[in-house]
């Protein structure tokens, strides 16, 4: 079955760091658009970084939302068939179960209908 493995989730303190890692099982990140999205209790998965993995221009293009934009990087181990978002300075409202998913058009647009191999997330709480 093609799917995203997500782990590197864990609790911790406001401004610390984490690097969550998402391993695709069952296909290639080529050609692929990989979002990461974080879901907060009650509220709806939101798309806040992605990254372009195709083989021309745009290749290793990647997109933030602004509320992560500074503090979070996304990257990619092609080798490995694995993507990372480092976190950096994590704030409360950080919390959240994280999914990574993959957009075949590339496009890396935020809306998660557009995505699909969803892994079973990781839960981030950063809390003191």
């Known amino acids: 079955q093609a799917q995203f493995v997500e782990s590197g989730g864990g609790l911790v303190q406001p401004g610390g760091s984490l690097r969550l890692s998402c391993a695709a099982s069952g296909f290639t990140l080529n050609k692929q658009g990989i979002g990461w999205f974080r879901q907060a209790p009650g509220k709806e998965r939101k798309g806040i970084a992605c990254i372009v993995n195709g083989d021309g221009i745009g290749d290793g293009s990647t997109y933030y939302i602004d509320a992560v934009r500074g503090r979070f990087t996304i990257s990619r181990d092609m080798a490995k068939n694995t993507v990372y978002l480092q976190m950096n300075s994590l704030k409360a409202e950080d919390t959240a179960v994280y999914y990574c998913?993959?957009?075949?058009?590339?496009?890396?647009?935020?809306?998660?209908?557009?995505?699909?191999?969803w892994g079973q997330g990781t839960q981030v709480t950063v809390s003191s």
């Open positions: 998913a993959a957009d075949a058009t590339m496009r890396c647009g935020t809306w998660p209908g557009n995505y699909d191999h």
